[in-house]
C-alpha cells in the first residue's frame, strides 16, 4: 500500500512538472519558429541549449516545451469531451436499458469497428492543420471505451434494493439516474478521462508523425518526431531523444495516475463480495 502511494504521488508531482514546464519555459525563453539561425544550428546539448538545436537553429528545450503544451491541450480536450459523450451514452444505456441501450452500444460498435487511425486520418485529411478536426477525430475513436466501462458499471445497479424502492415510489427515471447511477457512472468515467489523456497523447503525435495532423511549422511532438528521423541518420540523437521521452513521460506518468483510481475500486468490489 505505501509503496503504491508513493509511486502515484511521484507519478502526480512528475504530471504536474510536466505542466509546468509545458508552460513556463516558452514564456521564460521564447522564440520564433518561423525566424531561423544556421549559426546555431545542429548543436548537441549543452550549457546554451540543454536540449541541443535543430536544423533550423531554434532551441529544442523551448520547442519539446512548445509541442507538450500543443499535445497535452489537444489530448486533455479530447479526454474531456470523450468522457461527457461516453458518460452520457452509457448511463442512457446501463440505467434505461431497452432501445436506449440497443441504440448506444450498436453506434458504439459500429464506430469500433472501424480502425480508430484510419478514421482519423480520413477526417483530419479533409480538414488539415485544424485543431479542431483533430480533436473531433479523437473524440470518435475514443468515447466508446468510456460508454461500455460506464455502461458495464451500471448494469449491476439497475436491480439492487435501493433503486428498485425509488421505482416503486415513483420517482422518475431521470431523478432516479441522477441520485443513483450519475455518481457512480461519474466516479468510473473520472479514471477513464485520466487514461485518455495517455492515450490521445500518442494518438495525436502519431497523427502528426504521419504528416496529417498539425502543420511541420506548428510545434508538436508528433512533428518533431518526424523532422528527428532524417537527423537521427546524421547522428542527431538529441532531436529524437528529447521528444520521445516527452511523450513517454507523460503517458507513463498519466497511467500510474490513472490505474491508482481504479485499483481502490476493484479492492472494494472484492471485500463486498466476500
Known sequence: ???????VWAAAGFVALLTVYAIAAPLVHPIDEAITDFAAADQGPGAAHWFGTDSSGRDLFTLVAKAMRVSLGI???TAVVSTIVGLV???AAGAFGGWW???GMRVADAMTAIPSLLLSLLIVSMFHGSVTAIVVSLVLTHWTAVARVVRAELLALRHTEYVEAARLRGLPALRIARIHFLPVAAGQASVAAVLLVAHAIWHESTLSFLGAGLPPHQASLGTLLSEAGEALLLGQWWRLVFPAGAI????????VLGRSFTAPRIANRTEAVA
Open 1 to 7: 500500500m505505501a509503496d503504491r502511494r508513493v509511486a
Open 75 to 77: 489530448s486533455a480536450a
Open 89 to 91: 451514452v452509457g448511463v
Open 101 to 103: 441501450d440497443r441504440i
Open 248 to 255: 513517454v513521460a507523460a503517458t507513463l506518468a498519466l497511467s
